[in-house]
């Protein structure tokens, strides 16, 4: 399959060991598009949009930043810790300047279900309404999103 | 025949149409893409470089000895080898429109791995970058501080020796590997103090999902070829006897383990104090080290502090390095602040050393966190 | 293109010409260069770099690859070897375009450069040369033929991105999503081009 250029250049940045050493994509054997499809219909589904979905990550993100390390509670299910790293990450699609390394992992101790949040990962969801591929480790799959984060009312 | 005859014109007519492109485009490599010796005026004749055109800016640079940071290696992702351009700078291209803000681009800086030179260029550059070398080394000692950070001690080998002043960094080469296509370099401060001319050591903190840092926990083994280039960075300790405050966590530690090591051997008695944040007692390293100088240093003063809940024993401060620093610091006009961490917490130190006193000009951190 | 009834050489030109761009859309009724419009086409600005390039090099390789047939194949009885030499003239031809059209314009250069390589490999470009051979057609014909099938290989891209960018907008069952309604769109397109096709007799 061909490629736009410009999409070629955004799926060469994904790929393991440019930006990042696994890469953004993961295991996923789907095409871009078709993530992107899914995951806008998967939140679509959820009643809610990208923007808020990155808004409400982007809350819990900055709270835990401000733990420095110690767990934090995210309402009064969750636990969030934040685990630095220096150094900055470039957007993969470009043009969005760079983001802070380290990450946020978000858990729900009861059921032992997790999430791992980054500020790159959380501005892609906004933006670019990009969930990463199944497999990577900063995957967020916009079920799993609801159920810990209760989008959508639900 | 006919066979015969058949089979010689086809192979004449593709050897001479495939020949004919190949000469074609010789000739086009060789008139339309060469685009001959350049100069390149560094900082208004500071220094005058005779190049051959045709290759990226920041390639052509580094053939030259002159290192630009960059972090993807050229590859137009990182946006680190910015470089102003005052003369001779070709349209902005689409690669770098992505990675230069409005005000970027009306002072003329260019992304140097996607400016072809192609015809005579006039850029400035901090000077700094001119003593930036490209160095190999030996992997000499590797030792875990903690689980998760670990402390390289390189020996010099190509040159043998480096000058550089406490808290600058280097760029160390991951070379590529597993999926990795084309090295990747990464900045680390170095710790070691500048009197040990012959090595550099560097604190590395395990990244999930980092290239270099992966290739440093699983690959890289002592008696290893390593390669770096440096020194870069702008952060040091500023002139005069100011009361200083250094506040660090994790791999932070790095800069001012040089810093303090430095000060000791010059005798500097100058008045500092040493906030250095962690969760648990796990994550703390070089305790015994500091307390040591901490008694030969009588200025100096270390405090570790740690915010996890679960620290049964620890006797020292506790809570997060934020809320010590505001109970341990009255005032702090007359002083100056020294950050190195992740961007969190060197956000969160900012806002407290202002709420301190502490004028924002007189705070120094590294760029790169 | 000897065809005594086609004497009056300008009418001849603009009957190749027309014919090439819409009764026979290379795209459109012959469905060659399909892989790129499906991807490309989601974009407006990237379809008219696309097509704008396309045209440009059918254009060219057609005339150069018409002289080579008509003043060497033919003439030694080799056009079974039409297919592989048209296919290195085209990849020689797009690199040399790249080589210069940097040189001299950098602002073309960036709009059109990247569409280059993705081109070499637009079987809408080989189809032209091998559509032209078929018909006799000479060298000027051939250039008139490989401007109208670019042209009107651009023409279909740029109607396609000018529906989808509509489509953004529309709510397509999710099964259709992609390809699929863009399929079903070129078929629609494609129905309305073949209405041309009594008009014009090439």
């Known amino acids: 399959m061909e490629h736009d250029p410009h999409l070629q250049r955004v799926l060469d940045r ?30 679509a589904a959820l009643g809610t949009t990208h923007e808020e979905v990155a808004a409400r990550l982007g809350e819990v993100l900055d709270k835990a930043r401000a733990g420095l390390g110690t767990p934090i509670r995210i309402g009064d299910r969750l636990v969030a810790t934040h685990r630095e790293a220096m150094g900055r990450i470039p957007c993969p699609f470009g043009g969005c300047g760079t983001f802070p390394k380290g990450e946020v992992e978000l858990t729900d101790p009861a059921t032992g279900e997790s999430l791992f949040l980054t500020a790159l990962g959380i501005h892609m969801v906004g933006k670019h309404g990009f969930y990463q591929g199944r497999g990577s480790r900063y995957r967020l799959e916009p079920t799993a999103l609801g159920r810990l984060m209760q989008l959508g009312g639900g | 025949m006919d066979g015969v005859s058949f089979v010689l014109t086809s192979t004449v007519v593709v050897a001479a149409t495939c020949l004919a492109s190949a000469v074609v485009l010789l000739i086009a490599e ?177 990244v999930p999902n980092g290239i270099c840092t ?3 926990f699983t690959m890289l083994k002592e008696g290893d070829e390593v390669r770096f280039n440096g020194p870069y960075g702008e ?43 962690a969760v648990a007692q796990r994550d703390l390293f070089f305790t015994d080290e500091f307390h040591d100088l901490e008694k030969a240093m009588p200025g100096f003063r270390f405090v570790p502090a740690l915010s996890g809940a679960e620290n049964d024993g620890w006797t020292g401060e506790k809570g997060l390095i934020t809320q010590v620093v505001e109970r341990h610091l009255k005032d702090g006009s007359g002083k100056e602040g020294y950050l190195c961490g992740s961007s969190g917490m060197i956000d969160a130190s900012v806002k407290i050393l202002k709420a301190k006193g502490i004028p924002e000009d007189r705070i120094f951190y590294d760029k790169f966190t | 293109m000897t065809d005594p009834s086609h004497a009056g050489g300008a009418a001849h030109l603009l009957v190749i010409l027309v014919s090439a761009a819409l009764t026979d859309n290379i795209l459109l009724t ?173």
Request: aromatic share 10%; net charge neutral.
């Open chain 2, 235 to 277: 952060f040091r300790l500023a002139e005069g006897d100011a009361e200083m405050v250094w506040i660090a966590g994790g791999s932070g530690m790095a800069p001012f383990w040089g810093m303090t090591r430095h000060m000791r051997e010059h005798n500097v008695q100058r008045p500092c104090t040493y906030f250095f944040g």
């Open chain 2, 214 to 216: 992966t290739w440093v």
């Open chain 2, 30 to 206: 060789r008139y339309l893409a060469n685009y001959g010796p350049c100069t390149i005026d560094i900082n208004q004749g500071s220094k005058k470089l005779e190049v051959r055109g045709g290759k990226p800016l920041l390639a052509t640079l580094m053939q030259q000895q002159i290192f630009i940071p960059s972090a993807c290696g050229g590859r137009g992702t990182c946006a680190y080898c910015k470089v102003k351009i005052t003369d001779g700078a070709p349209p902005i291209a689409p690669t770098e429109l992505t990675l230069l803000t409005d005000e970027e681009q009306q002072k003329n800086v260019r992304i140097s791995c996607q400016v072809k030179v192609r015809n005579d260029l006039a850029i400035e550059i901090p000077e700094a970058l001119f003593r930036v070398k490209q160095f190999t080394g030996v992997v000499e000692r590797m030792r875990d501080l903690t689980h998760d950070i670990r402390e390289l001690r390189i020996r010099l080998v190509e040159p043998a020796a480096i000058e550089f002043t406490p808290g600058q960094y280097v760029q160390l080469e991951a070379p590529a590997y597993g999926d990795n296509p084309e090295p990747v370099y990464r900045a680390y401060s170095i710790s070691s103090p500048p009197s040990d001319k012959g090595h550099v050591e560097l604190i590395i903190r395990l």
């Open chain 3, 30 to 202: 012959r469905f060659l260069g399909m892989c790129s419009f499906l991807a490309i086409s989601r974009q407006m600005k990237a379809s008219v770099g696309l097509g704008l390039a396309v045209t440009f090099v059918t254009t060219i390789t057609c005339a150069i690859n018409a002289a080579l047939y008509v003043w060497v194949l033919r003439p030694y009885g080799l056009e079974s070897l039409q297919l592989i030499l048209f296919i290195v003239v085209i990849a020689a031809f797009v690199q040399f375009m790249e080589m210069l059209i940097e040189r001299l314009s950098l602002g073309l250069y960036y709009a059109l450069g990247i569409f280059l390589p993705l081109i070499t490999v637009n079987c809408a470009v080989l189809g032209a040369a091998l559509f032209m051979t078929n018909r006799n057609y000479g060298v000027t014909e051939g250039l008139v033929f490989g401007f109208g099938s670019g042209f009107g290989w651009m023409l279909a891209i740029v109607l396609m991105a000018g529906i989808r960018e509509r489509l953004k907008t529309a709510r397509i069952p999710p099964a259709l999503e992609g390809p699929g309604i863009t399929l079903i769109i070129a078929g629609i397109i494609a129905l309305g081009f073949v209405g041309f096709s009594g008009m014009v007799q090439p």
């Open chain 1, 14 to 43: 994904m790929r393991s060991g440019v930006l990042s050493r696994d890469g953004f994509l993961g295991t996923d054997p789907r095409p871009l598009e078709e993530v992107l499809d899914a995951d806008r219909s998967a939140v």
